[in-house]
């Protein structure tokens, strides 16, 4: 097992009395890409801004290439792209002049490669950035943090206000990251479909707690629909293990359940004297699912 890029280890963050983040730990590898998904206010931004150092956690530790996430080298530093939910981008610059301030804090900035995704983005370098739509202003914000081919790339909704076509440029980039076996990236996002293309790993974060992390196959093999058609009309508790939510109607039920075992699904059968059918779930079927 490589060692992690990334990690938190039992991380809380508290705010005045709000509870963040809640005995969080997690781990980003060489090869991950991980799509951070959660409801507004559920602590997504909270967890990527503390991994990174920007605030230090209430409790438990957070490290960066084997450093203390609170005391990053210089060389740590520049190995990490970071585009936060809200750009924070000089206004008074055009493109051209932001990106020229970028690239002379990295001795090995990509022109060509920052060249080519300009021309196929459509980004207008030659404007003032206060003058920029919401869009171009987010890829520019996104260009400012690739040219130095990032080993760990933070992205907090970096495709939230991209069109269509825009994102798919940015998830294509996404995929040529992946190619790296050393690189990383860390992504949320609320557009689930992105998120289910893009990502080999995800992490649900509900109040403040991560309530799942793994591979999004693990997640779908894991969490399925139940479809119960009985003889008999059916009990209001169905008695099924895991259950997420069960709906119950006279002679139909349907029961979402987590950690399904296709081997219990004879045995719920007998017991109810019923058919029981598999469906399975896309990822924002089971994310709805687990906030119900």
Not at 70 to 95: H, N, W, Y
Not at 213 to 221: F, H, P, T, V, Y
Request: avoid cysteine; charge should be negative.
């Amino acid at each position: 097992m490589p060692e992690p890029i990334a990690a938190a280890r039992n991380v809380s963050k508290i705010f005045d009395t709000k509870v963040a983040l809640d005995d969080v730990s997690a781990q980003v590898f060489p090869g991950d890409i991980i799509g951070v998904l959660g409801k507004n206010g559920a602590g997504k931004t909270t967890l990527l801004e503390t991994m990174l150092g920007f605030s230090p956690p209430t409790k438990g530790s957070t490290s960066v290439f084997g450093e203390s996430s609170m005391q990053l080298s210089a060389t740590a530093k520049a190995r990490i792209g970071f585009v936060p939910q809200q750009d924070e981008l000089l206004g008074v610059l055009d493109g051209k002049q932001l990106l020229a301030i970028v690239a002379a804090f990295h001795a090995h900035w990509d022109r060509a490669f920052v060249g080519r995704l300009v021309a196929e983005w459509g980004v207008p370098l030659d404007r003032r950035i206060s003058t920029l739509s919401v869009g171009e202003r987010q890829k520019l914000a996104v260009l400012s943090s690739l040219g130095h081919h990032p080993d760990l790339l933070v992205l907090d909704e970096p495709v939230a206000s991209l069109d269509p076509i825009a994102r798919r440029q940015f998830l294509h980039e996404l995929f040529a990251i992946a190619e790296s076996t050393s690189r990383a990236v860390l992504f949320s996002s609320h557009i689930v479909s992105d998120l289910e293309r893009a990502a080999n790993r995800v992490w649900i974060v509900k109040d403040g707690r991560l309530h799942w992390q793994g591979e999004i196959d693990a997640l779908k093999e894991s969490v399925v629909r139940l479809q119960i058609r009985a003889r008999k009309p059916l009990p209001p508790d169905l008695g099924v293990p895991n259950a997420l939510a069960t709906r119950v109607e006279g002679l139909v039920a349907q029961a979402t359940v987590a950690k399904w075992e296709p081997a219990a699904t004879d045995t719920l059968a007998r017991r109810l004297d019923a058919a029981v059918d598999i469906e399975p779930l896309g990822l924002e079927e089971i994310f709805l699912e687990l906030h119900r």
